[in-house]
């Protein structure tokens, strides 16, 4: 199962800009394949964003099917966050959108 992080203070879930398999560019959910994977990259990849360390976020696990419907979600839009309510389900917030 896929892995993510979640922020501790807002359980928004670690959304960015990444690279598909088909070369494309898309802003979507962050996820590792398996907790090692997480645990020895996360560290890296949140200083190379600017995201704060570790002790502001934690591993969560996601199914295959909660990582689709998150990047749904998400609808490429970078100014959406993607929030893990406390029962599971996933909420997409709206921050200020970018002047077209």
């Known amino acids: 199962m896929p892995y993510a992080l979640k922020h501790k203070t807002t359980s928004e879930l670690l959304a960015c800009r990444q690279i598909n398999k088909y070369e494309l560019s898309y802003y979507g959910l962050k996820v590792w394949e398996s907790e090692q994977e ?3 990259e996360c560290e890296a990849f949140l200083s190379g964003l600017g995201a704060g ?7 969560v696990e996601l199914d295959e099917n909660k990582v689709k419907i998150g990047n749904a979600k998400l609808n490429n839009q970078t100014w959406k966050r ?4 406390d029962d599971g389900s996933l909420s997409a917030v709206s921050q200020s959108r970018p002047e077209q």
């Open 82 to 85: 993607l929030i893990l309510n």
């Open 38 to 40: 997480a645990l020895s």
């Open 53 to 59: 360390g570790m002790e502001d976020w934690s591993l």
